[in-house]
């Protein structure tokens, strides 16, 4: 089993920049595919990116691909998102999750069985 949680969420302004960490808990990191989601407000939760355990295949939603780029450091059990030229349908809370599927990655939130508490992302001026 492992834990997550996330930090680096905050208000930023439309064109800014924030990049989010979560931190798992236990010694199988580098065993799970990493992910990042986000649910905006009233809106159900959505794909945002996806890295494979070895950190080589990464996937992208295409209402960020291009601004946020995701990276993890099995040394530190942490997997990173960062978020550039920030808009204001960004805004969203952030919830990093870990699958144990047997692909190579995965953007359907049915295979993740462990989800962080989520941070709160809000892009406005």
């Known amino acids: 089993q492992v834990q997550l949680v996330e930090s680096g969420g905050g208000l930023v302004q439309p064109g800014g920049s924030l990049r989010l960490s979560c931190a798992a808990s236990?010694?199988?990191?580098?065993?799970?595919?990493m992910g990042w989601f986000r649910q905006p407000p009233g809106k159900e939760r959505e794909f945002v990116s996806t890295?494979?355990?070895?950190?080589?295949?990464?996937l992208y939603a295409d209402s960020v691909k291009g601004r946020f780029t995701i990276s993890r450091d099995n040394a530190k059990n942490t997997v990173y998102l960062q978020m550039n030229s920030l808009k204001p349908e960004d805004t969203a809370v952030y919830f990093c999750?870990?699958?144990?599927?047997?692909?190579?990655?995965?953007?359907?939130?049915?295979?993740?069985?462990?989800w962080g508490q989520g941070t709160q992302v809000t892009v406005s001026s």
């Open positions: 236990g010694r199988t990191f580098s065993s799970y595919i």
């Open positions: 999750a870990a699958s144990r599927r047997r692909v190579a990655t995965t953007s359907s939130s049915y295979d993740y069985e462990y």
């Open positions: 890295i494979a355990r070895d950190g080589a295949i990464t």
